[in-house]
């Protein structure tokens, strides 16, 4: 039972609220830091504790109104200039406003905090009497723990190394599977639609779920902020389609008593094309609704650069851009661990240590710049930093030592893919395990969560002046531009980001090369996957398109025997189930639905399967097609 029966919304109210605040007073006590003297920034770190704690006062939250006030009166006494701000007495304010987090976090979980540490206690209270040790180093905030590996919670694949469509059919009608050898014999629409059709309700358990859910799990990922001003946009577009529709029903209702002169056809034009430019509007006017600035998201960051500098005995400064650059409200939370690894392994691995930029003639503050920007469809993240930049000839040579590459493969490297060796699962520079770094895990947990996003990642260096990771995301993952390819009749979705171009394929330029098909494309010998073989169709003809398509890992030529064009697909999730290779479903603009593939995951179905070889790729002497392996 919640200790908070009856006061949900007031709780997570003062959540939502005092989270923001808490979240500004951790980067201005930063700002602090490098401006010990200013007063301004003292009274609105004051005035933000002061709200917490009159927040937690009228939730009974007795433990936490006790470590703010003491607290309130430390930054009472320095905003009066009865104390200094030293590093010492910020690391204890530090230490405390992370245990106030912990405490939010206790309040989220429907339970009242427990009390502060006594240490801190008898810390915050030295502070308070002017007597904290200047050598005191007990209360330094610990760096943020490393993020877990693990990525975020998704719904669960069907086992096995290939579409278990049996498995599909029975989860969405409740019948027993059959015995099956490819999706020929489980229809493709009945599954979509039954997928599509199946309510919450249907779920089982569902009529029965306990009421009481621990508010956490009720509202953390489903609640947004929205601008007032944007309601009404949708409010008013709401209205003008009524209106529409009035004006349409009058218009049927003429032609079906016999009115069809050309006034009539021609109000009916106009009224349809009215509607369909206030839908698009509506559209267009709801996405805006899901967009949020990603100065929320950036606000947490310059604590954990702080915390962990001071740690590795650094000095950065975090510097945010774009902070009101709009993103997608779902890609945020999405965002917030790969953002954590980028700004970690910059000021731990990129940035060099006060003596060392000395040395090399730089100032020894030393820059991690985070910035966001819209360009086109796109929101591009930066985090740059102006440390010692990436050695290529190094990394190769570390990746080599690892077993990770071969000494052939590490010769044909240019720069650009030298770089990317740090997204290998199991790849570090680190001469030594710390709790920041040296496992090799983290990178390459970077580039998989900005794939789920449909993003990429790219590295920037320059030997001796610094780094830079660019990230680049769909603007809304709500819609997908995605390319249609068919196998047979059946028509599949596959992001058009990973999309570089459509070509014919020619029996007779199809080679084999290791035992697998594959082409020259511009002078770049590229492997051939079929379609059918991805997905474990019996391949019925010689596929005549190939689409040119470009992962993080590599490219491939995509064997399809025709295309049917371009769409913005509209993503439905497969919340219950999802097969391994399907990312969700989509309805067309001629109402058919299809399944959006998941192409990462195809392409890791193959690491058990033999390579498609030609002679299996193409008509044996122009009548016999070998299947697809």
Known sequence: MSDFAGMEDLLQDFLVEAGDLLSGVDNKLVDLERAPHDRGLLNEIFRGFHTIKGGAGFLAAHELVTLCHLTENLFDKLRNGELLVTPECLDVILAATATVREMFGNLERGMQPRAAEPSLIEELKLAIAGTLPAANKAA??????????????????????????????AAVTGGAPHVATSLAEVPVEQ????????RATDKPGAQNAPTGRRMDERTRDNSIRVDTSRLDQVLNLSGEIGLTKNRLNALRSDILNGKNDTETLQ??????????????DLQNAVMKTRMQPVGRLFQKYPRIARDLARSLGKDVELVLEGEDTEIDKTMIEDLADPIIHLIRNAVDHGIEQPHERIEAGKPEKSIVRLEARQEGDHIVILVADDGRGMNAERLRAKAVEKGLISDEEANTMDERQSYNLVFLPGFSTASQVSDVSGRGVGMDVVRTNIQKLN???????TLGAGTTFEISLPLTLAILPVLLVCLRDQPFAVPLSMVREILPIVPNEVQELGGRATMVVRGEVLPIYTLAGLLGWPQSQIPEYGVLMQTAEQSFVLAIDSFAGREDAVIKSLDDFRPKGVAGVTTLSNGQIVLILDMKELLGNLTDQRPVTRRQLLLEEGVTLLAAA
Not at 455 to 461: A, F, L, M, W
Request: overall charge negative; cysteine-free.
């Open 140 to 169: 330094v905030a610990a760096p943020a723990a490393p993020v877990a590996a693990a990525p975020a919670a998704a719904a669960p694949a069907v086992e096995g190394d290939d579409l278990d469509w049996n498995a599909l059919y």
């Open 191 to 198: 599954i979509i639609q039954a997928a599509v059709g199946r």
């Open 267 to 280: 109000a009916l034009d106009q009224a349809v094309s009215q509607l369909d430019l206030l839908v698009s």
């Open 455 to 461: 993003g990429t990642i790219d590295i920037r260096s």
